[in-house]
């Protein structure tokens, strides 16, 4: 299950990231195959008030961040509950008195209790996958929180329906890679744990002594890249947060929420979507804190990084066609670069 599943979340990534490598080819034989590209990712601005075909409110971007909040808690406490049951009690039961137990008949249906043998390498794995779940769980709750009461969106602006169930798998499966090495033995802990709530029922369930310290001090004990992930990651979120905001502003006026103005400010000093790029410095801290070593996670920063450089080039030329006296000194998302 755990190959199937990796495997399948990996082939996903890379379905995902070169149709965009391949449409950003400067080849003519290929603009057709970039139109139609570009068709499925035009959202609010970017997209033509009369291309209305298969297209969604862009107000529905709603809908991502609630289905990623739900996911990813959901996510976060089942693989935090396994994480806590895998940590060895305070006081390790002598190997006499295990099977003194053993032989007296002792419960074996629920197969994952806190005396489980596991290596000190994958308990600190199955930890870390916590840490990047909670970066996340932050990450998303920030989302929502913007979608609905930063954001003004036009109630013309679209978003095209292809666009629209991306992002319902990019945030399904983006949680889901962050804990991927992990995942399948963390969804038979919540199997298990759900037969023997069905089969015993609640007064009959195994009790297990609760450790607030052992619940939280293994966070504390990571090595140094999760805190420098963690760091720039934050860096992200922060600038990220204030991007937003300066957005959001422009439509304060709900009698001008039809129209459209230039940011600046904060990264717009810069490039022309610095919110995109604060998305791939938050991704990058996800990448580093999980240690640089999974190439899941690093195949969910390339898509990350292709599609918002793709969606970034084509609002840079929205602005400059727009705007007569638009920035000349802004790149389109990396200062400097492009």
């Given at each position: 299950?755990?190959?199937?599943?990796?495997?399948?979340?990996?082939?996903?990534?890379?379905?995902?990231?070169?149709?965009?490598?391949?449409?950003?080819?400067?080849?003519?034989r290929?603009?057709?195959?970039?139109?139609?590209?570009?068709?499925?990712?035009?959202?609010?601005?970017?997209?033509?008030?009369?291309?209305?075909?298969?297209?969604?409110?862009?107000?529905?971007?709603?809908?991502f961040y609630?289905?990623?909040v739900v996911?990813t808690?959901l996510?976060?406490v089942?693989t935090?509950?396994?994480?806590?049951?895998?940590?060895p009690?305070?006081?390790e039961?002598?190997?006499?008195?295990?099977?003194?137990?053993h032989?007296?008949?002792?419960?074996?249906?629920?197969?994952?209790h806190?005396?489980?043998s596991?290596?000190?390498?994958?308990?600190?794995?199955v930890?870390?996958s916590?840490?990047?779940?909670?970066?996340?769980?932050?990450?998303?709750?920030?989302?929502?929180?913007?979608?609905?009461?930063?954001?003004k969106?036009?109630?013309?602006?679209?978003?095209h329906?292809f666009?629209?169930?991306?992002?319902?798998?990019?945030?399904t499966a983006a949680p889901?890679?962050?804990?991927?090495?992990?995942?399948?033995e963390?969804?038979?802990?919540?199997?298990n744990?759900?037969?023997?709530?069905i089969?015993?029922?609640?007064?009959?369930m195994?009790?297990t002594?609760f450790?607030?310290?052992?619940?939280?001090?293994?966070?504390?004990k990571?090595?140094?890249h999760l805190?420098i992930?963690?760091?720039?990651?934050?860096w992200?979120?922060?600038?990220?947060?204030?991007?937003h905001a300066?957005?959001?502003?422009l439509?304060?006026?709900t009698?001008?929420?039809?129209?459209?103005?230039?940011?600046?400010?904060?990264?717009f000093?810069?490039?022309s979507?610095?919110?995109y790029?604060?998305?791939?410095?938050?991704?990058?801290?996800?990448?580093?804190?999980s240690?640089?070593?999974?190439?899941t996670?690093?195949?969910?920063?390339?898509?990350?990084?292709?599609?918002?450089?793709?969606?970034?080039?084509?609002?840079?030329?929205?602005?400059?066609r727009?705007?007569?006296?638009?920035?000349?000194?802004?790149f389109?998302i990396?200062?400097f670069?492009?």
């Amino acid at each position: 299950m755990e190959i199937g599943l990796v495997a399948l979340l990996r082939a996903a990534w890379i379905a995902g990231t070169l149709p965009i490598l391949i449409a950003s080819i400067p080849s003519p034989r290929l603009r057709s195959f970039y139109q139609a590209l570009l068709g499925f990712a035009k959202r609010g601005k970017i997209m033509q008030s009369s291309s209305h075909k298969l297209t969604v409110p862009q107000k529905f971007f709603c809908h991502f961040y609630v289905v990623a909040v739900v996911w990813t808690t959901l996510l976060l406490v089942i693989t935090w509950f396994y994480a806590y049951r895998m940590e060895p009690p305070v006081s390790e039961p002598s190997l006499y008195s295990s099977i003194a137990s053993h032989l007296a008949g002792g419960s074996t249906i629920f197969t994952f209790h806190r005396s489980r043998s596991t290596t000190a390498e994958h308990r600190c794995m199955v930890w870390q996958s916590v840490f990047l779940l909670l970066l996340m769980e932050t990450q998303v709750l920030r989302r929502l929180f913007d979608t609905i009461y930063v954001f003004k969106y036009s109630p013309s602006a679209r978003m095209h329906i292809f666009g629209y169930l991306t992002g319902l798998f990019f945030y399904t499966a983006a949680p889901l890679s962050l804990c991927s090495s992990c995942a399948p033995e963390v969804f038979k802990f919540a199997a298990n744990w759900l037969v023997e709530f069905i089969v015993k029922g609640k007064n009959r369930m195994s009790v297990t002594e609760f450790d607030m310290w052992a619940f939280v001090s293994p966070l504390i004990k990571f090595r140094w890249h999760l805190w420098i992930g963690a760091a720039i990651f934050l860096w992200g979120w922060l600038h990220q947060r204030r991007c937003h905001a300066i957005l959001g502003s422009l439509r304060d006026d709900t009698e001008e929420v039809e129209g459209y103005f230039i940011p600046s400010g904060d990264w717009f000093t810069y490039v022309s979507s610095p919110h995109y790029l604060a998305e791939i410095v938050i991704y990058a801290g996800l990448l580093v804190a999980s240690g640089a070593s999974d190439l899941t996670i690093w195949l969910l920063f390339g898509f990350v990084v292709s599609n918002l450089v793709f969606a970034a080039a084509e609002t840079q030329r929205w602005y400059v066609r727009k705007f007569d006296n638009y920035p000349s000194e802004r790149f389109a998302i990396f200062p400097f670069i492009y």
